[in-house]
């Protein structure tokens, strides 16, 4: 193929994808983000933006053997640093509670320290994050399964996974395996992040199945994994002033917003899709969602 | 035709292929929403939906081409903005529950073409509150 056949095809393929992407329908992606199959816990990206990446595929590593429709559950023993393992359940309709949940406050996981910032959601930076959701098990101030979470990790990144296994089990009654397991680097205190799997049982996966790494992370705000202590990142302050300057753009057809100095900021200010929001926050109180470059 | 669509609060719609989330009282809700009418889908809502017997359900894979002007279309895993220029009214649940999501709904309704008539709640078999909006185009 000459140099003109392949710019020619090159320029049909772009034109699809921009074509694509005007579309009212996002197609799914690999991962949250970078587009890469991740197969491996050490390949994980470090955290850029989303609040997970999938795993393998997004398919669990579940057996054959394991699929069962009797409910269990199990959680590890703390380890010599009083770590949290693995929360390995089978979640039923039997599991799940039918009670107000009750108070987990004396539990204090590793990393644990109670600190407030004005910019996260509820004012505390940690939260007490079950492994194996309260609405799954039932589970109250199980120490096996309690560790220490960012707010964000717990409600942007947890609760949601949690809330589609939860749904499908009390409308199908079917049952599903759900392996949770915190990822503590070396001697750290404070876990990395929790792989998070689930598979349903009597449809084989057909109603859930996913594998995906949630970040312990919070936005704006520096992390030390050694002992849980934090700070306000410097980084994202300097950012944040810089982009103070300038408004941000969304495209009300993609529902992606840009920020100054990403790819196509400048292209967006002629767009007839240009909405412009005073802040990341509102365009993604609106539904929008980051452009990645 | 009238497009009938599921949606969390960040206005996901499915997640790895599969939906978001399903409720028994939404399903018999959509159904009365039919009157009778025909209510077209594709063989994956089907499967949800094949225990409502009283329903005048049409499967096809093809069924955003196939439905008429007047025919419901429940939509849960198909691109529909091929289709803007059928669609008269869309009709929005929404679970106000937050589930993960790969794919979204993104027809813009605030952007002049369509007029919210119409807002309601109900409680559903396993979510506390479902909210029924019904966007009527203007143009």
């Not at chain 1, 609405?135 to 220490?148: D, F, M």
């Not at chain 1, 109603?207 to 992370?217: L, M, W």
């Not at chain 1, 969304?250 to 929001?277: T, W």
Request: net charge negative.
């Amino acid at each position: 193929m000459n140099y003109k056949k392949i710019r020619g095809t090159w320029i049909i393929f772009i034109i699809c994808c921009m074509f694509l992407t005007s579309c009212s329908f996002v197609l799914p992606e690999k991962t949250a983000q970078t587009g890469q199959e991740i197969t491996n816990l050490k390949d994980l990206p470090a955290y850029s933006e989303g609040a997970y990446v999938e795993l393998n595929g997004n398919i669990p590593q579940f057996s054959e053997d394991e699929l069962t429709e009797k409910s269990f559950e199990t959680y590890s023993d703390l380890d010599d640093l009083q770590r949290c393992g693995t929360a390995y359940a089978n979640i039923g309709t039997d599991l799940m509670p039918v009670e107000e949940r009750g108070s987990i406050g004396k539990v204090k996981p590793t990393g644990w320290h109670t600190v407030k910032y004005d910019q996260v959601d509820g004012k505390y930076l940690y939260n007490r994050c079950h492994l194996i959701g309260y609405q799954l098990s039932g589970e109250n101030a199980n120490e096996k399964n309690l560790i220490t979470g960012t707010r964000y990790m717990n409600v942007e990144g947890m609760l949601p996974f949690e809330n589609m296994v939860a749904d499908y089990v009390k409308e199908t009654g079917n049952h599903v395996l759900y392996r949770v397991t915190p990822v503590f680097e070396e001697q750290n205190l404070l876990a990395k992040g929790v792989q998070m799997e689930a598979m349903s049982v009597e449809d084989q996966g057909e109603g859930i199945s996913y594998n995906v790494f949630v970040y312990n992370v919070q936005p704006g705000i520096y992390i030390d994994y050694k002992t849980g202590e934090s700070s306000l990142d410097q980084t994202d302050l300097e950012q944040t002033d810089t982009q103070a300057e300038g408004e941000i753009r969304g495209n009300s057809r993609s529902k992606i917003y840009h920020c100054p100095g990403q790819a196509a900021y400048e292209q967006m200010a002629d767009s007839k899709y240009l909405v412009i929001f005073k802040s990341e926050q509102e365009a993604e109180n609106e539904g929008y969602r980051k452009a990645k470059r | 035709m009238i497009v009938i669509i599921c949606i969390d609060e960040k206005k996901g719609m499915m997640f790895h292929n599969r939906r978001q989330s399903q409720d028994r009282i939404l399903r018999e809700h959509i159904i009365k929403e039919c009157k009778g009418r025909k209510l077209y889908m594709n063989p994956y809502s089907y499967h949800m939906f094949k225990q409502n017997q009283d329903a005048s359900i049409v499967v096809s894979e093809h069924f955003l081409e196939q439905a008429g002007t007047e025919a419901y279309c429940f939509v849960e895993n198909q691109n529909i903005c091929h289709y803007l220029d059928k669609i008269q009214e869309i009709v929005l649940y929404q679970w106000n529950r937050h589930y993960p999501a790969d794919t979204y709904f993104t027809v813009d309704l605030s952007d002049g073409n369509w007029d919210l008539v119409r807002t309601e709640e109900f409680k559903g078999s396993s979510h506390e509150k479902i909210t029924r909006e019904v966007y009527k185009k203007i143009r």
